[in-house]
């Protein structure tokens, strides 16, 4: 009888907990070199790669020569942009995430940026190992922070 009513507890807080616990990024969508999808407190925003350059709440961010350099050598690729400003700041601060995959490569980049201090805080290479699995790579801080 004990487990019975264990069970029955667990699963009713594993249910209140779970909306909780949960996260999701918000796909944000790059249209005309502006950032469409984040809240008016971070606009205006826009990313320009062929410059490096990121801007949030009219803010700039230059990428550093390396991370640039990284950009310039990709004619095509695919960008995705996630970003999340909803959860608890001292926990984990507002962010946009770009992740560049080149066309026909193995390979990916990815950056996390601050958006309320506006800085890089990670970045990394993704290495597709086989049909599933990445191998993920920091990039040493030395190299994006100019």
């Known amino acids: 009888m004990h487990s019975r009513i264990f069970s029955i507890w667990s699963c009713l807080l594993l249910m209140l907990a779970s909306p909780l616990c949960a996260h999701s990024d918000t796909i944000i969508e790059l249209k005309n070199g502006r950032l469409v999808g984040l809240p008016a407190r971070f ?31 990709l004619k095509q690729y695919d960008l995705e942009i996630v970003s999340s400003w909803y959860h608890e700041p001292k926990i984990l601060p507002p962010y946009i995430s770009l992740r560049i995959a080149p066309k026909g490569r193995d390979y990916a980049y990815k950056i996390l940026v601050d958006m309320e201090k506006l800085v890089v805080r990670e970045a990394q290479l993704e290495v597709k190992l086989d049909e599933s699995s ?3 790579i920091p990039i040493d801080p030395a190299l994006w922070k100019d």
């Open 43 to 73: 606009q205006p925003a826009a990313l320009d790669l062929g410059k490096g350059l990121l801007t949030i709440s009219g803010k700039k961010i230059e990428f550093s020569d390396y991370l640039k350099s990284r950009f310039a050598e």
């Open 134 to 136: 990445w191998r993920f």
